[in-house]
């Protein structure tokens, strides 16, 4: 068994622990993000979890290049999203998970996306999967939206004065203990919790695959 295998009712719970949206948001969701080889990708936004399949980098925080290969270093640029410091069309494919949900205005970020690169996907947490975790990152700006459009990412815009006003951390680093790290102090009823966060967190986020030109429809 693995260290999640715990039995339930007759069943096992999911072995699979999602650490990164690269690892489940391809074309059908749950299946990892595939690029053909001959393309040169981008990730922006890469964070403390890059994608090992892109070829450059670009995070608001220097302190990113510590989380590339050694290798990688060089291929890592400190930038902002919406002024990417790159050619029109250099890419053929660009990355950007959990950005879009930070900025200011996400219409800019998307045309720089879609300046850049012919084609990408992004994603953020849907509005269920942040009020799961007890909205744990104050610096939200936006919830993402399903939306059966083609190329189109639907935000709406989050009341600031609400979320202050609901927040929580005590209840927030519970729900995170509950649902993503150590469920068996949670008996039971959390080892069900886990079980249903392993299989539905690839449809807790909003996985946009786009090409040619990534639209952003906001709703306030």
């Keep these: 068994k693995g260290p999640h295998d715990v039995p339930l009712d007759g069943e096992m719970v999911p072995p ?11 074309e059908t969701p749950g299946e990892p993000l595939i690029v053909p080889d ?6 922006v936004g890469c964070g403390t979890r890059p994608w090992p399949r892109a070829d450059y980098y670009l995070d608001n925080d220097e302190s990113a290049r510590d989380s590339l290969s050694m290798d990688a270093h060089g291929r890592f640029t400190k930038g902002d999203a919406a002024d990417l410091p790159y050619e029109d069309g250099e ?3 660009v990355f950007a ?6 900025v200011e205005d996400p219409r800019q970020v998307a ?6 690169a012919s084609a990408g996907c992004v994603v953020c947490p849907s509005n269920m999967k942040d009020a799961l975790f007890g909205f744990h990152e104050d610096d939200h700006k936006w919830w993402a939206l399903p939306t059966s459009e083609a190329n189109t990412l639907r935000l709406i815009k989050i009341d600031p004065a609400w979320i202050a006003a609901i927040f929580d951390e005590d209840m927030s680093k519970a729900m995170h203990q509950m649902l993503r790290l150590e469920h068996r102090r949670f008996g039971k009823e959390g080892r069900k919790l886990k079980k249903w966060f ?6 807790l986020d909003v996985v946009v695959n786009w090409e040619g030109e990534l639209k952003v429809e906001l709703l306030t």
Excluded at 16 to 26: D, H, N, P
Excluded at 38 to 43: I, M, R
């Design 16 to 26: 699979r622990q999602w650490f990164a949206a690269w690892e489940y948001c391809g």
């Design 38 to 43: 001959d393309h040169k990708v981008l990730e």
């Design 91 to 93: 890419f053929d494919y």
């Design 97 to 102: 998970s959990h950005i879009m949900e930070h």
């Design 111 to 116: 045309a720089e996306l879609s300046r850049v």
């Design 198 to 203: 392993n299989r539905s967190e690839p449809l």
